[in-house]
């Protein structure tokens, strides 16, 4: 008997499936039981911030990186939520901002917010983002702005000009390194 399931096969009860870096099916639509930390960790290591939209001399900038920089920029008590307010990306991938304003339709907010609240539930944290995690989220991309993303832009950042970017400058890791210090912070946390 063939215990295998095909990558992209429609389960009757949990919908359709993708593969994660463990090599294990994930089904966004009934995320629990396939919610795994190294996966996350791995994913979000891969996953480059803005779209790939970063200086010519910065190769890569992971939202693994982002998150663990935004851990260590909460007040005491939010670093876990801080380390994973972006987990879901590691299965949906990471929109940018103004993407993310013009897709909100239903399907893709109702599957953010599945696979969310799986993640959040699973490792005990608030149902929905903190104020002080989003600060913190806010001033990390205040912090991207001033050193990962191109120097001759021609796009406001708008409200975000408004935070205080971190004092320490970032030094984009490789995706080892990211998905290794995401799971380190994890383990510290």
């Not at 429609?10 to 359709?16: I, M, T």
């Not at 600060?135 to 205080?164: I, K, S």
Request: proline fraction near 6%.
């Amino acid at each position: 008997m063939n215990t295998e399931t095909t990558i992209g096969e429609r389960h009757p009860d949990r919908g359709y499936n993708q593969m994660t870096a463990s090599g294990k099916p994930f089904y966004a639509q009934d995320p629990t039981p396939d919610i795994r930390l190294d996966d996350i960790a791995a994913q979000l290591a891969r996953i480059c911030r803005y779209g790939g939209a970063l200086r010519d001399d910065i190769d890569h900038y992971s939202v693994a990186q982002h998150c663990v920089l935004c851990s260590y920029h909460v007040p005491e008590g939010f670093e876990l939520e801080a380390l994973f307010h972006d987990a879901h990306e590691a299965y949906l991938g990471d929109i940018i901002r103004p993407l993310k304003i013009l897709q909100r339709d239903e399907t893709s907010a109702v599957l953010e917010r599945t696979v969310d609240l799986a993640i959040r539930n699973m490792l005990g944290l608030p149902t929905h983002m903190s104020p002080e995690v989003k600060e913190a989220d806010n001033r990390a991309a205040r912090t991207e702005y001033r050193d990962v993303l191109p120097r001759n832009r021609g796009t406001d950042f708008g409200r975000l000009m408004d935070f205080e970017p971190f004092p320490e400058i970032i030094i984009p890791w490789s995706s080892r390194t990211a998905r290794e210090r995401f799971m380190d912070r994890y383990y510290e946390l």
